[in-house]
């Protein structure tokens, strides 16, 4: 099913993957390339891309029986699994196979920025909640 290491050999080959500052505009249109391009990669491993999702939601289910801890790791954890959604992503468009490995891979390469990234988003929730609940009412009008 998996080879050893296959994660961190599909991490290492995005080294050449450079960040584009600043960042480069796009036809509205690109949108919807980029809707059928996912598609196409969730038909790629259909089954697999439903494990995973059933993977996450057990774990989101019992992280959040955990009152306020569980909340909390989960605001940390949850872009440490999106990264690793990434690696499968990238994998499959490679041509590979979508491995469940792939879902842990941000546990072993850049955990340290994926989590500060997760207490970021927990640490400003309060804040967009106060707004969001400000400016709820004004939105009807």
Same mark, same amino acid.
């Given at each position: ?30 949108? /919807?390339? !980029? &809707?059928?391009? *996912?598609?196409?990669? $969730? ?6 891309? @439903? #494990? ?5 939601? /057990?774990? !989101? &289910?019992?992280? *959040?029986?955990?009152? $306020? ?6 605001? @940390? #954890? ?24 792939? #879902? ?38």
């Amino acid at each position: 099913m998996s080879t050893p290491g296959a994660a961190t050999a599909a991490v290492a080959a995005d080294e050449d993957l450079k960040l584009v500052v600043p960042g480069k505009g796009c036809p509205a249109g690109d949108g /919807v390339k !980029w &809707i059928g391009d *996912g598609w196409k990669l $969730f038909a790629r491993a259909p089954l697999m891309w @439903i #494990l995973a999702l059933l993977v996450l939601i /057990v774990i !989101w &289910i019992v992280l *959040g029986l955990i009152p $306020f801890v569980g909340w909390l790791a989960l605001q @940390i #954890l949850t872009p440490v699994f999106y990264a690793g959604l990434m690696v499968a992503c990238r994998s499959i468009e490679r041509g590979n196979d979508f491995e469940l490995e792939h #879902l842990f891979a941000g546990f072993r390469t850049q955990f340290a920025n994926l989590a500060v990234t997760g207490i970021v988003s927990a640490a400003t929730q309060p804040a967009h909640s106060a707004v969001a609940s400000e400016a709820a009412p004004t939105l009807g009008r």
